[in-house]
């Protein structure tokens, strides 16, 4: 038996005594406890033996796990751990965020919830690294509220302020107890404590995913078109027009503006208004023939560069048609253009894109029907028709009656340039279904006699490069 133990006995013995040279003595042999195992002169101090209970008992309970370090245990960090954890779920699935930000919030909340386990058990287990678990899940928590503020910030989010600064504030609190708690220090003395590789894994995860899950967040608040490899592709349809309705209405051309973008059933709809336009002055046949030749164009511009537009291209794989609704003056529909993804798929499928020759010429017939007219100023249109194996699309143009000088400074070049400064004023339906078949475009001059004078064709090369 150690000697310890032996005094240990000794002090609870009515025959007991205290030298003040060496301490407890046996009052007999006035000297320290000698005996092997048992001591035949034992007699027991049962008030001593009570006093002796009652402080291991106090010890004992001064060492357990209790009061405001069970409320920071199983509160603090348990039950903070775990709403933490559904909340962020809840929100992250509900607001379709994609497998990037998923991906992500999982490890943040996985690393977040394991660090809380683990700080758990830890303490009830006296490990040397309870208090740097406890710590570590502490600077999770701070870090999370800097985050939550740098987001607030940049999405302009007010709400986010008074979680981010209670999660700050509670955070200072829990470190401050760590360190100053008497509890904590008899149950992890300091110079027992360690910070082993484990926590500083976690905690470097948990930096990491946060990094990039705040860094996502700020760009996507600062792109006008975030990839959509952040959300689910519906909810990055849903995103992408709740932002851009923030920014309408705006002016896109002359007279004509965007009011908002609509989702509506199978559709996205995006509605125009034309602000001196009234349908009740104009009638009906014009916005049908420039419909269709608008959903030409469109198709056009996709299939040039079928990426160029991500939310038009997801909104297309989800199976939305979408749908361009042009309203007048007083918001009376003047035509609508509907692209469904069917159409979206075919126009991508050939090498090239084209409209039905058929559609062509009968917009050639029909325009005929209404010549001659006054074109180019002075001058007339009197044919339009097509040629090459419809290849080409000609305009026959009689100059207007003129003497000889007069003539003679009408050169080609001079032809070729009125034609080229003038593009965007001869742009008529028949042309832009022209451009979209990437056609020859030719002007043939006849004199006012009907002789042929000039002709200036204006081929793809040529009139690509002017837009």
Request: aromatic fraction near 14%.
């Amino acid at each position: 038996m150690e000697v310890a133990d032996k005094i240990k006995i000794c002090s609870t013995c009515k025959n007991r005594e205290f030298n003040p040279e060496c301490g407890t003595v046996c009052s007999f042999t006035k000297e320290k406890p000698s005996f092997d195992d048992k001591c035949d002169k034992y007699v027991a101090d049962e008030a001593q033996l009570s006093k002796e209970a009652s402080k291991a008992e106090a010890l004992e309970e001064e060492k357990s796990i209790s009061g405001w370090l069970a409320f920071f245990l199983w509160v603090g960090v348990g039950l903070g751990a775990l709403i933490s954890v559904i909340m962020g779920l809840a929100q992250t699935f509900g607001q379709g965020f994609g497998w990037f930000f998923t991906s992500t919030y999982l490890i943040m909340m996985g690393s977040l919830l394991v660090t809380a386990i683990l700080t758990i058990i830890a303490f009830y287990k006296r490990n040397s690294n309870a208090v740097a678990l406890a710590t570590t899940y502490i600077a999770m928590i701070v870090l999370d509220g800097v985050m939550s503020l740098v987001i607030a910030a940049v999405s302009e989010d007010s709400s986010m302020y008074p979680q981010a600064f209670r999660q700050l504030c509670w955070g200072a609190i829990w470190f401050s107890y760590l360190r100053q708690s008497s509890k904590v220090e008899l149950i992890v003395p300091i110079l027992t404590r360690t910070w082993n590789k484990l926590e500083k894994f976690i905690l470097a995860l948990y930096i990491l995913s946060l990094s990039i899950f705040t860094l996502s967040i700020v760009y996507v608040h600062q792109s006008e078109n975030p990839q959509n490899i952040f959300f689910t592709d519906s909810s990055y349809i849903n995103q992408n027009i709740a932002e851009a309705n923030k920014e309408l209405p705006i002016s896109i051309a002359d007279g004509i503006v965007l009011q908002r973008i609509n989702k509506e059933q199978d559709a996205v709809v995006y509605i125009y208004q034309f602000s001196n336009v009234y349908l009740s002055e104009t009638g009906t046949d014009y916005w049908t023939e420039n419909a269709s030749v608008n959903r030409h164009e469109m198709l056009y511009e996709l299939y040039k560069d079928p990426n160029s537009d991500a939310f038009l291209t997801t909104c297309f794989k989800e199976g939305y048609n979408v749908i361009y609704r042009y309203n007048d003056a007083v918001s009376e529909t003047l035509y609508t253009v509907t692209i469904t993804p069917d159409d979206y798929k075919k126009a991508l499928e050939g090498k090239s894109y084209k409209c039905p020759i058929s559609e062509l010429s009968d917009l050639v017939y029909r325009y005929n029907l209404q010549l001659p007219t006054d074109y180019m100023g002075d001058a007339s249109l009197r044919r339009i028709y097509l040629a090459k194996n419809d290849s080409e699309l000609v305009y026959v143009v009689r100059l207007p009656q003129m003497s000889l000088d007069d003539m003679s400074s009408i050169t080609t070049s001079y032809l070729k340039e009125y034609v080229s400064s003038n593009w965007s004023d001869l742009y008529d339906s028949m042309i832009r279904l022209a451009i979209v078949n990437q056609m020859d475009i030719c002007f043939e001059f006849n004199t006012y006699s009907g002789i042929e004078y000039a002709k200036i064709r204006m081929t793809p090369e040529i009139y690509n490069k002017m837009e």
